[in-house]
Nanobody, 120 residues
Framework: QVQLVESGGGLVQAGGSLRLSCVAS????????PAWYRQAPGKQRELVAV???????NYADSVKGRFTISRDNARNTVYLQMNSLKPDDTGVYYC??????????????WGKGTLVTVSS
């Protein structure tokens, strides 16, 4: 199966920055509608940022102006640049995408998540 592997999480002070990466393994043809979700302790998973099929980007209101989602098709990688981090940004961040691979066709995949902790 295709794997989405996130990295870049960690502990950061409020006001700091982190850049998350999500790399797709296997023989990838394309990555479609890549997105980042997060799940804070005791809360439901929520959409943070997405690149739509048309190429535009959408963000949760809580992160607009602070987070930027981007992609590098040559590296099969999706990024989430997070600036001006707040304690409320703490949570496990998950990558999600519709991935087309040579072996499995198009399927939707989730990564296992990377933990972001923002201290006050």
């Amino acid at each position: 199966q295709v794997q989405l592997v996130e990295s870049g999480g960690g502990l950061v002070q409020a006001g700091g920055s982190l850049r998350l990466s999500c790399v797709a393994s296997e023989n990838i043809v394309s990555i479609n509608v890549p997105a980042w979700y997060r799940q804070a302790p005791g809360k439901q998973r929520e959409l943070v940022a997405v690149i739509t099929s048309g190429g535009s980007t959408n963000y949760a209101d809580s992160v607009k102006g602070r987070f930027t989602i981007s992609r590098d098709n040559a590296r099969n990688t999706v990024y989430l640049q997070m600036n001006s981090l707040k304690p409320d940004d703490t949570g496990v961040y998950y990558c999600n995408a519709n991935v087309v691979s040579t072996r499995w066709g198009q399927r939707n995949y989730w990564g296992k998540g990377t933990l972001v902790t923002v201290s006050s």
